[in-house]
């Protein structure tokens, strides 16, 4: 399978009313996994995304998304322990990514070594030109990079 994948330290902050971590929490670690594969390139792995998605040139391919879509599968409480989201690409269009994730627990996966995953999410990106923010066909070195990361789809829905 190949999937990359992001640590992310969860916030005190992100705790809702009912002392777990608020759903509004897994989308901005969505968003903070997706910067750091496609634009910093800090994931676990080494993609090569970072270098096409973080071009210098102000009309070079920008991501914007289109669609989010994210299952809570299980109660995720705040530890010290990061979380860890895996990420492929579930789906490649012509102009459009689909980006997908499992949201593993950290504090289970530091106990025993399972890794118990709370959610799963589909983020649908399109690819804009960067100065008219028109959506632009992947050309073949974004295409060939990206295959590189892509695995089965996920089927959402209970």
């Keep these: 399978m190949a999937r990359a994948h992001v640590e992310i330290e969860l916030r005190w902050g992100d705790q809702d009313a009912y002392g777990h971590i608020n759903n509004v929490a897994f989308a901005r670690y969505l968003e903070e996994a997706r910067v750091r594969l496609f634009w910093l390139g800090t994931a676990r792995e080494q993609t090569g995304l970072e270098g096409y998605f973080r071009s210098d040139d102000p009309a070079g391919p920008k991501m914007l998304v289109a669609a989010q879509h994210i299952e809570f599968l299980r109660v995720l409480e705040y530890s ?24 593993i627990d950290g504090s289970t996966t530091a106990e025993n070594g399972e890794a118990r995953v709370v959610a799963r999410a589909i983020t649908t990106v399109v690819i804009v030109n960067g100065e008219t923010m028109q959506p632009q066909r992947l050309d073949s070195e974004g295409r060939k990079i990206a295959k590189q990361w892509s695995d089965d789809p996920l089927k959402l829905g209970r």
Excluded: D, F, Q
């Design 80 to 103: 010290e322990h990061p979380i860890t989201i895996a990420m492929w690409i579930g789906k490649l269009g012509g102009s459009s990514i689909e980006v997908h994730y499992e949201v």
